[in-house]
């Protein structure tokens, strides 16, 4: 069974700061890699998909890295601002087919303070 | 908005009832999730269809819950005697495959909050 775990629980920072969101996951053989971000109360939005054939992924401020072969993911946020306080998450598919179980970790709480 | 809608976006319910959500994915997605989400957790994989076939349930399915797809569109699941572990948030997903399997990112609904009093 896929395992993933995430690094820090939480992390509090001050605006303009850099920052990096760790993810890990114990089965490599994955299609793919989403990076969620979710406040609280509200649903899940999605930022980044990585496949499994890219290393990097990038979306405005946001840039996802993917290392399948040492089961980690990293979410690096630059220039934070306090709207990007929310809870991010990490999910992976269950083996090599995105068709069944998505499994997520418990999610990294950002405070971005002004 | 991700175009999965969910309906209600709260429930509150006495134990011992029975609860019903529905979920709206997106019309040409032919996969459904349904996922349930704790407080401090991530969401955690109940079961899934493929249009109107349910191909897989977690073991955190009991044998209170069922899920159906009926036409291949719009889900339900429904809780029978609700307890009151079973306050979460549940989380409906849908997304496109391809024969092969495809590699399409999933969209998640604003989820159904349910309270167990």
């Known amino acids: 069974k896929q395992e993933v775990t995430q690094i820090p629980a939480a992390l509090s920072v001050p605006e303009g700061e850099n920052l990096v969101l760790n993810c890990s996951f114990t089965?490599?053989?994955?299609?793919?890699l989403q990076w969620f971000r979710q406040d609280p109360g509200k649903g899940l939005t999605s930022l980044l998909l990585?496949?499994?054939?890219?290393r990097e992924q990038t979306s405005g401020r946001l840039n996802a890295s993917l290392d399948k072969s040492s089961g980690r993911s990293t979410l690096y946020i630059a220039a934070s601002q306090p709207g990007d306080s929310a809870t991010y998450l990490c999910?992976?598919?269950?083996?090599?087919?995105?068709?069944?179980?998505?499994?997520f970790g418990t999610g990294t709480s950002l405070t971005v303070i002004p | 908005d991700t175009g999965v809608s969910q309906d209600p976006r709260h429930k509150i319910t006495k134990r011992g009832q029975n609860v019903t959500f529905r979920c709206d994915p997106i019309?040409?997605?032919?996969?459904l999730y349904w996922y349930r989400q704790t407080l401090g957790q991530g969401p955690e994989f109940l079961t899934y269809f493929q249009n109107e076939a349910q191909l897989e349930k977690s073991r955190l399915l009991s044998d209170r819950f069922s899920a159906e797809r009926p036409k291949g569109s719009f889900s339900t699941l429904e809780i029978q005697r609700t307890e009151q572990g079973d306050s979460a948030v549940y989380v409906c997903?849908?997304?496109?495959?391809?024969?092969?399997?495809?590699?399409?990112?999933?969209?998640f609904g604003p989820g159904t909050r349910l309270t167990v009093t």
């Open positions: 019309s040409e997605h032919n996969r």
């Open positions: 990585i496949q499994s054939s890219q």
């Open positions: 997903a849908s997304r496109q495959t391809s024969r092969g399997g495809g590699n399409y990112e999933q969209y």
């Open positions: 999910a992976v598919p269950e083996g090599s087919d995105t068709g069944n179980q998505f499994y």
């Open positions: 089965d490599s053989a994955i299609y793919n």
